[in-house]
């Protein structure tokens, strides 16, 4: 029976078989890089909605429409090695990518209201009409009954029918599908097209009369012709999103000329700065039909911007009022300094401070239409815009609006020449507190750099370090470059356009009112404004730290405050594209598909790419680990590894797994190529054949029973079956018999770390049931020394190790290598536990002394 056991028996090849193994290793290769790829845009998306990062709707588009391909791939990657076994995958595919589809594709309907309503018609609930800036006035009109202008507002049912009547749509979607947002002379040049496109066209007749009807009505209320501003409302403004001073608006115009500034404020959609504005945040051009509010003009003796919480402190529970002489634009576009009052929100409120500024020019009404400038009469440039009792009136109407909404507002108010003040604007203040802000730099320890300006307002909190980049004009722009220092003589919205790119930006003039304030603070922009002689110290090119918390510029780089700038959540949280990026992202990261060998790592669990990505990666590496079960049809198509060894391995090359000028039969180690196979050979070469160990007969006689329960024929096939290697430059696949036990060794290692694997699993026989169990103990013991993750059934073993570096796995290579021999015919040693545990400290101590993993 003896002699049985050690007959050799011979194979017949399939001619096909070897070319079959190569193609199925490429359609591995090609799935292992899909599945990198995967990875990459999972782990850029995650970036990009956890970061600081812009990104528009076109990104999304892009990003996911790569990310199904590649999981596409890799599902027809899987069933080209299983042989189709895994087609209940692609209806799972069908269903995640669809509700992806759908999400992206998803637009926002157009309520049927009206062409016009009028401002008394009109509360919060019409938002999705009239847009928020109208909505917001129209809820303070109609529902709080608070002082505000009388007007009318143009809905998103007349703006769409201006689109459709002149078949605009195609000719914008057209031009914006190309559009790249880096390119800012792209940019500018698309935006002068569209502006162009709108303006030459002709308000449709019944749009055109629902105007003149609206207008009507409001001279008959008002008691004769009045001019009005003509102010954007789009979808989504002032809102979740501000679109501060992103749109037009034009004041004091006469009635007949309400058409004309209509289609101007309808173009104002496409500038430069608005088109950066919406796409960056994530708004489909289409999806933001754009309300126009048309309000009575107030001929305002002062005016500005209340803030009900200071943006910058929230926790001082104090108000912020910036006002000035004249019309508030003045405030807002950041061309002025304005007066400053804080007020406390206690319950009776007080004024705790004012910072009153010299005032040599103001806006006010031109007689022909529009606004201009004029010069404050000496004797009140230095006089407090706001008396006592004007400021705590606006405090008063602040705070009910604050109550109302149960958030801070950021409002714009006018007091006319009879000193009534008149609400002309609200929407949410966007608040940014981060959490180290100390009171004077030296809180974080001293700042040894010279300080180049010490004097401003804070406009964005923050830290931030680059070149000055000087600012002159909006053609300068295009050349700003990336991390640098914004430097200019007077804040401009225009600014938006290179807002993901500054690390800082230092003005002359400006107050924290500016809407360029406002986007900076949702960029995350350290600002400092009124700085006064920024553009005469800082000079182009030169290095500088702007420290925005302490008004401070110094000279250099001071990491120590850089270090400390932290904010406390992302600044689009608000915004509808990341509302929608929530929404894919579900679809996309979950990842509900952990361990392998729970029952319910399935197809049919797969709720997410990252599901799907898990399973086929997972199954797919499976199905290359059992190719060794077709490898011994391929001997005679096999070149034969020469060894001192009594084992005969066969050697199936991948591709690059052997030398070129090893073209014969048989082939010696040193021409091996395949560094996995040469790492484990190393290992396998320096242990010496294992002779007979100390046995008791007991050991001897349960693999001589267990050979004879189990049948002639298995113990035959046992010592009959060959070992097998099929092996590529950076794969390794391979199979080896020595005596009873069979092991499979599968790696695959890359450059990179993310792919890399060794799987290993071992099977053995030939002895008692506790003997084996006692084997298993052993091996699985010194694999998880050895770092693998190990699941042991029986006296099988499979154990794994992942995402290591080539060098840690030639390491491990060679320990398992050794493990191999080291485990032929342990089986007869495994009397008592007490061996077992020798046994290990044994193959450490004499084969593995140095090991680390």
């Not at 126009?292 to 009022?321: F, K, Q, S, W």
């Not at 406390?344 to 020019?361: C, D, L, V």
């Not at 049948?711 to 097998?724: A, H, L």
Request: net charge negative; aromatic share 8%; glycine share 8%.
């Amino acid at each position: 029976m003896l002699r049985g056991i050690f007959k050799r028996r011979e194979k017949r090849p399939s001619p096909e078989l070897l070319e079959q193994l190569r193609r199925k290793y490429e359609t591995f290769q090609q799935l292992l890089a899909d599945n990198q790829a995967v990875l990459e845009i999972v782990t850029d998306l995650e970036e990009k909605y956890n970061g600081d990062y812009l990104f528009d709707m076109q990104y999304l588009r892009v990003s996911v429409k790569a990310l199904a391909d590649r999981v596409f791939s890799l599902i027809n990657g899987l069933n080209s090695l299983a042989d189709d076994r895994y087609g209940s995958l692609y209806p799972v595919y069908d269903r995640i990518n669809g509700e992806l589809l759908e999400l992206l594709a998803k637009k926002r309907k157009i309520p049927p209201d009206p062409p016009v309503l009028p401002l008394q018609d009109i509360t919060l609930e019409k938002e999705e009409s009239v847009g928020g800036k109208a909505a917001n006035l129209g809820e303070l009109y109609s529902r709080l009954h608070l002082p505000v202008p009388e007007g009318f507002a143009v809905t998103a049912r007349g703006y769409q029918e201006f689109i459709e009547t002149n078949r605009l749509q195609e000719e914008i979607s057209r031009r914006l599908a190309a559009l790249d947002l880096n390119k800012l002379e792209d940019l500018v040049l698309v935006s002068r097209e569209i502006q162009a496109l709108i303006l030459s066209k002709d308000l449709p007749a019944p749009l055109a009369e629902a105007i003149a009807r609206g207008y009507g009505d409001l001279t008959r209320k008002l008691g004769g012709p009045v001019t009005v501003s003509v102010r954007s409302s789009a979808l989504g403004e002032d809102s979740r999103i501000s679109f501060a001073g992103q749109y037009g608006t034009a004041l004091n115009v006469p009635g007949e000329e309400i058409g004309e500034k209509y289609k101007a404020i309808i173009a104002s959609k496409f500038t430069p700065r608005a088109l950066f504005y919406f796409i960056g945040k994530g708004f489909r051009e289409e999806d933001i039909a754009m309300g126009v509010a048309c309000l009575a003009m107030v001929r305002a003796r002062a005016g500005g911007v209340l803030y009900t919480v200071d943006p910058l402190a929230p926790h001082h529970n104090e108000l912020i009022i910036h006002a000035h002489w004249g019309l508030g634009k003045a405030v807002v576009d950041g061309t002025v300094t304005p007066d400053v009052f804080v007020v406390t929100k206690e319950k009776i409120p007080r004024i705790k401070s004012q910072q009153i500024a010299h005032k040599e020019t103001l806006l006010d009404f031109n007689p022909q239409g529009g606004v201009e400038s004029r010069s404050v009469p000496p004797e009140e440039q230095d006089l407090p815009s706001l008396s006592p009792e004007n400021i705590l009136t606006l405090t008063a109407l602040a705070l009910e609006v604050e109550g109302h909404y149960q958030r801070p507002q950021d409002l714009e108010w006018a007091i006319d020449h009879q000193d009534r003040v008149v609400l002309l604007q609200t929407r949410p203040l966007k608040v940014f507190a981060p959490k180290i802000c100390p009171e004077d730099p030296t809180a974080s320890g001293p700042v040894g750099n010279p300080v180049l300006l010490g004097t401003g307002i804070m406009g964005a909190h923050g830290v931030g370090s680059g070149p000055v980049f000087r600012v002159d004009r909006d053609e300068d722009l295009p050349d700003f470059p990336a991390g640098g220092i914004l430097v200019a003589h007077a804040p401009s919205p225009r600014f938006v356009t290179v807002m993901n790119r500054a690390r800082g930006i230092v003005t002359d003039l400006g107050s924290a009112a500016s809407h360029m304030a406002a986007v900076a603070r949702e960029f995350r922009v350290a600002t400092i404004l009124n700085a006064q002689r920024a553009t005469e110290v800082l000079t182009p090119g030169q290095v500088v730290t702007v420290d925005a918390n302490n008004r401070i510029v110094y000279e250099g780089v001071v990491n120590s405050l850089l270090l400390q700038e932290e904010f406390q959540h992302n600044p689009f949280e608000y915004t509808s594209l990341f509302i929608l990026f929530e929404k894919i992202l579900a679809r996309i990261v979950p990842l509900n598909l952990i361990d392998p060998y729970d029952p319910e790592f399935s197809a049919k669990n797969c709720q997410t790419f990252h599901d799907l990505t898990r399973f086929v990666h997972q199954t797919a590496t499976q199905e290359m680990f059992n190719l060794s079960a077709s490898s011994a049809k391929t001997e005679k198509q096999a070149q034969v590894l020469e060894s001192n060894f009594p084992v005969e391995i066969f050697l199936v090359d991948l591709g690059g797994g052997i030398r070129e000028e090893a073209r014969g039969r048989r082939i010696k180690p040193e021409q091996i190529h395949s560094w996995p196979m040469q790492a484990l050979w190393k290992g396998i070469e320096t242990m010496k054949w294992p002779g007979p160990k100390p046995m008791d007969v007991k050991g001897f006689a349960s693999v001589v029973a267990q050979t004879a329960t189990t049948g002639g024929g298995d113990s035959e096939q046992v010592y009959s079956e060959k070992s097998f290697a099929l092996l590529s430059r950076n794969y390794l696949n391979f199979s080896i018999r020595l005596g009873y036990h069979l092991s499979t060794i599968e790696v695959y290692g890359a450059e990179g770390v993310e792919n890399n694997y060794i799987k290993f699993n071992f099977k053995g026989g030939g002895a008692t049931v506790e003997r084996r169990d006692r084997r298993a103990r052993l091996i699985s013991t010194i694999l998880e020394r050895l770092g693998f993750q190990v699941e042991k059934k029986l006296d099988l073993l499979e154990a794994s190790l992942t995402h290591q570096t080539r060098e840690t796995f030639e390491k491990t290579l060679f320990a398992l290598g050794k493990l191999t021999v080291y485990t032929k015919q342990l089986d007869m040693v495994m009397y008592n536990e007490a061996i077992v545990d020798w046994s290990i400290e044994e193959f450490f101590k004499e084969h593995l002394p140095d090991f680390k993993n």
